[in-house]
């Protein structure tokens, strides 16, 4: 059975910054996209980064661009999110995701293969 478990969620202050972490056990995603979704209260889900199995594909949303920074290890089958210079408006839960291809977290709808984790609380005070 897939899982993704997610760490490194926090309470910090506008400026600040976070790394967060998700680490994927029951099979291997060496060949699959991996990258983060966030959801703030009372808002849709929306797409945050995501890099390739190679890393050679690398996407922002243009709300984090110059500020997240999404780097993967595939010998331990995880995937991180460095997140500088914090803003409040980047309070969300955030989620770790899975799928089979960078343009995968590009599209609308739900690709076949789509695996996510149980998200991590991402707090930024002004």
């Known amino acids: 059975q897939v899982q993704l478990v997610e760490s490194g969620g926090g309470l910090v202050q506008a400026g600040g910054s976070l790394r967060l972490s998700c680490t994927a056990s029951g099979r291997t995603f060496s060949n699959y996209a991996m990258g983060w979704f966030r959801q703030a209260p009372e808002k849709e889900r929306e797409f945050v980064a995501v890099?390739?199995?190679?890393?050679?594909?690398?996407y922002y949303a243009d709300s984090v661009k110059g500020r997240f920074t999404i780097s993967r290890d595939n010998a331990k089958n995880t995937v991180t999110l460095q997140m500088n210079s914090l803003k409040p408006e980047d309070t969300a839960v955030y989620y770790c995701?899975?799928?089979?291809?960078?343009?995968?977290?590009?599209?609308?709808?739900?690709?076949?293969?789509?695996?996510w984790g149980q998200g991590t609380q991402v707090t930024v005070s002004s």
């Open positions: 995701n899975v799928r089979g291809m960078a343009s995968d977290y590009l599209i609308q709808g739900t690709p076949k293969e789509n695996y």
């Open positions: 890099i390739s199995w190679n890393t050679e594909n690398v």
